[in-house]
């Protein structure tokens, strides 16, 4: 049984940055996908970034490059959202996902089959 549990959101202003975790149990190959993606009031889910769970492959949408890192603690199998320069678009709920039944070539919201509950960022202008 796969869990994701995210941590981390909150009210920040412009620019400043914000850590977004994602404490995983459950994943156990290499190449399962963990991504993050987030979902403005009333918009569908969008990709923000992606990871496999063996660390070694990262993938960022494009209006999130530069400013955003994913990484992954393999002790304490933790995804992180390390979040920079944060403007006020970012605002959104965050939600953590991951995808065990095959190869993400794609980070399609509908391939991921596991989600957590959120978490809230705000980010005031």
């Known amino acids: 049984q796969v869990q994701l549990v995210e941590s981390g959101g909150g009210l920040v202003q412009a620019g400043d940055s914000l850590l977004l975790s994602c404490a995983a149990s459950g994943l156990t190959k290499s190449w399962y996908g963990v991504g993050w993606f987030r979902q403005a009031p009333g918009k569908e889910h969008k990709f923000v970034a992606g990871?496999?769970?063996?660390?070694?492959?990262?993938n960022y949408a494009d209006s999130v490059k530069g400013r955003f890192t994913i990484s992954r603690d393999n002790a304490k199998n933790t995804v992180y959202l390390q979040m920079n320069s944060l403007l006020p678009e970012d605002t959104a709920v965050y939600y953590c996902a991951a995808n065990t039944a095959f190869v993400l070539s794609n980070w399609k919201a509908d391939y991921m089959n596991y989600w957590g509950k959120g978490t809230l960022v705000t980010v005031s202008s």
């Open positions: 990871i496999n769970w063996g660390g070694t492959l990262t």
